[in-house]
């Protein structure tokens, strides 16, 4: 970049200006620095403490990195779909890691569904399920928490603290809590994703009611409506396609969240793929990892193609 | 609401036909999709066979482990012997230590006999038990081969053919069997917070303790008595402080550092990904693609694979939430560059600056505090995620939390444990706010 050589001569006043931002921009740039060095510090003492703290080291376990795959490849490929849709393995010697048949579900006479896409409707269905029971309770609770809807401070202040109570609450708590009552099973999982989902959901919908434009509010009140009728007729078709599209972000975390929960208990595909995984067991694991992984993205892509049609191209968020 | 009258109707129609005659979508599509809720909640409840399971919940267990949250019991029991003395045994591992002194609840009479604070009082007497709750006394005699209550017993005596049971509600219970009474006596509180029975310093007032520490002799002659308190303190056998702690402080660990080492990979990769900065179709919509499946693959399975390779610990779980943030961070931050307003990039490419400089002057200005908001955003959030995969062995909190609530007695640990979490993640979670609001200003996301 070429500079120009002479310095431009200032006023008093810009030069006073020129100066303020120098030194603004110069404690800015201290504030940088030592950021960028604090991360730094924490860094290299968080990658040291963690390789410490762990069972093997980075360094002496990164040669056999891929030894694990060695497992993961089936002595035949075509067993990965045997697995996955049920089908007598030629390999079948007794052992659990070839009794594909075994896990049918059988629905009417011969037709069966097979065992992981049974589980798979199980994570699904426990996903879908949590969140829309979820996202009825946030509703009103955001409409509670709002501070243009709701004039009573105490009202409010409760209404608050539960979301945030519900939404840092460890979910994994939530389902030991719920599986001691409710038996071990998807239903305790249900529970636990539920409550974290009014949680989550309920403080964003509050922050994007709180952000409504007030006017349709005052109509509505000027011909006396009561407030419901504000809520239903100024508030809600402001916010409702929003509140719908967080839904359905919410949804495509509630997905891999029942995934998670299963995997330490809950049932569903998590469990099997938990196991699947310890014992080693190759064809099983890549079916699992198949079927998973294109649910997910199937629903990823309609929840996406949904929220485009909703609120159109609406920024990415990300909302736990 | 006030009702508007035909004329205005017809006003209304001919200045806004759209508001009346609406798409065949607009009039069906809400119905539709309430329906379809209806049936599909309908169905989710078949399949999960809810009415049953509800029905069936124990929901006593609820109140009752939630009450194990915070309060603990004591369980001294009273034997009659052969020669007509009474004594008094605790079970082992007895909050009250191996070899406890008599606590101030329980009196001993001058006959023999003791008197247990508990409901309206307790008297264990060589051949009957008299209790006293909601105002009115029971005797149960206990000299033959089976306890018999004396009179009808009130609904909250249970008696079975050879032991009786007494309900004293949230102050404990009673279970008598011929020639012995077992006490089950809540307290409040959590006990040996501090110290546990087998610390030379257990039972003893603060005072005592603090003067020790200060001037006292030396317990153990090999270290100082604050030294071996604190050992005593972070290695409590009941509360195991010092390993909670050390989990709770890998599970902060493992949220920094995946999201730290996310953002530092994604932020590059962001650059070739976003369209307006990278000027080549294939290898922006490759990048997107790898975002997605990184993001899709999930920390659970990253988490169970790692876990695999490296073994279990924090570095597995930093592993874990690495992976899947390069997923989420670049393409937050790809979306974020494809954003921005390129005039100014126009503007430092006019006076011929380098493309290095473009991006450096260019770009980053108008992101940066985007990029940082997001990424602290996720960090917070990655603590709340690194206690589930700690479940599956991927290091921190989450194992210890699991373990024990899978014994399903030591409630109070879960409890523990939870407030601590509780505190990190409402701590974070105002430090990340405050740190957002002073890098972005106010308002975003």
């Not at chain 2, 060589?126 to 149960?140: L, W």
């Amino acid at each position: 970049m070429s500079v120009a050589q002479t310095e431009p001569v200032l006023k008093e006043t810009t030069r006073e200006i020129v100066t303020a931002w120098e030194r603004t921009t110069s404690s800015r740039r201290l504030y940088t620095v030592i950021g960028l060095i604090l991360i730094a510090i924490g860094f290299v003492g968080s990658v040291q403490y963690a390789d410490e703290a762990n069972a093997g080291h980075f360094f002496e376990r990164l040669p056999h990195l891929f030894d694990f795959l060695q497992w993961l490849i089936p002595s035949d490929w075509t067993d990965v779909w045997r697995a996955l849709f049920d089908r007598a393995s030629p390999l079948d010697n007794g052992s659990e890691a070839y009794d594909f048949a075994a896990g049918r579900v059988y629905v009417w006479g011969d037709f069966y569904i097979p065992e992981y896409f049974e589980l798979m409707i199980t994570t699904l269905n426990i996903a879908v399920l949590s969140t829309i029971f979820g996202f009825l309770i946030a509703v009103p609770l955001a409409f509670l928490s709002a501070r243009n809807i709701t004039p009573s401070p105490a009202i409010r202040f409760g209404a608050r603290r539960v979301c945030e109570f519900l939404r840092a609450f460890p979910e994994l708590v939530f389902a030991g809590l719920f599986a001691a009552v409710l038996s071990a099973g998807p239903v305790p999982a249900i529970a636990a994703i539920l409550l974290h989902t009014i949680g989550a959901l309920g403080k964003l919908f509050y922050e994007i009611i709180e952000n409504i434009d007030m006017k349709p509010d005052e109509g509505v009140q000027s011909v006396g409506g009561t407030r419901l009728e504000r809520i239903r007729f100024a508030a809600m078709p402001q916010v409702l396609p929003n509140l719908i599209s967080y839904g359905l972000l919410r949804l495509e975390i509630n997905v891999r969240a029942s995934t998670i929960i299963g995997a330490v208990g809950g049932g569903g595909i998590g469990e099997e793929l938990r196991l699947a995984i310890s014992r080693g067991f190759g064809a099983k694991t890549l079916a699992l990892l198949l079927l998973l992984f294109l649910t997910i993205i199937a629903v990823d892509q309609l929840s996406a193609w949904m929220r485009k049609k909703l609120v159109g191209e609406h920024q990415f968020l990300l909302a736990h | 609401m006030t009702m508007i009258n035909t004329f205005d109707r017809r006003d209304i129609e001919a200045r806004f036909p759209e508001l009346l005659h609406r798409t065949r979508w607009q009039r069906f599509g809400t119905p539709l999709v309430i329906i379809g809720t209806l049936l599909y909640v309908l169905y989710a409840v078949w399949f999960f066979n809810l009415p049953k399971l509800v029905a069936e919940a124990h929901w006593e267990r609820f109140g009752i482990n939630l009450l194990q949250w915070v309060s603990y019991d004591v369980q001294p029991q009273f034997r009659v012997k052969d020669n007509g003395t009474i004594d008094i045994r605790y079970p082992r591992f007895s909050v009250l230590g191996d070899d406890p002194k008599q606590p101030a609840w329980i009196k001993t009479e001058t006959d023999g006999s003791y008197t247990i604070d508990i409901g309206g009082g307790v008297h264990i007497g060589r051949t009957e038990t008299v209790v006293t709750a909601h105002g009115t006394s029971v005797t149960i005699k206990t000299a033959g081969d089976v306890p018999t209550v004396v009179g009808a017993p009130p609904a909250w005596v249970g008696v079975a053919p050879d032991n009786v049971q007494v309900d004293l509600g949230l102050s404990g219970r009673l279970s008598i069997d011929a020639n012995r009474v077992k006490v089950v006596k809540r307290f409040f509180g959590w006990p040996n917070f501090i110290f546990d029975p087998t610390s030379p310093f257990f039972g003893k007032p603060t005072g005592e303790v603090v003067s020790l520490i200060v001037s006292g002799d030396r317990i153990d002659p090999s270290q100082s008595n604050l030294s071996l308190a604190f050992d005593n303190f972070w290695n409590n056998m009941t509360w195991q402080h010092g390993d909670v702690w050390t989990k709770l402080f890998q599970t902060i660990v493992m949220a920094f550092l995946g999201t730290l080492l996310g953002a530092i990979v994604g932020f590059p990769l962001a650059f070739l990904a976003a369209r307006n900065i990278t000027r080549n179709r294939l290898l922006n919509s490759t990048l997107k693609r790898f975002f997605d499946f990184m993001r899709s693959v999930d920390m659970l399975i990253w988490g169970l694979f790692l876990t695999r390779a490296f073994g279990p610990g924090p570095l597995s779980g930093s592993g874990a939430i690495f992976l899947m943030e390069v997923g989420s961070l670049g393409k937050l931050y790809a979306e974020a560059l494809e954003n921005i307003d390129n005039k100014p990039r126009e503007g430092i490419r006019s006076v011929g600056a380098s493309p290095i400089a473009v991006q450096r002057y260019g770009v980053l200005p108008q992101v940066m505090p985007v990029f940082a908001g997001q990424t602290l955003y996720q960090w917070e959030s990655n603590i709340r995620g690194a206690t589930i995969i700690g479940a599956i062995g991927a290091g921190g909190i989450g194992l210890k939390i699991w373990e024990a609530m899978r014994t399903n007695d030591n409630w109070q640990n879960v409890a523990y444990m939870v407030l601590l979490l509780l505190i990190v993640v409402y701590f974070f979670d105002m430090v990340s706010n405050k740190l957002r609001s002073a890098i972005v200003g106010e308002k975003l996301i």
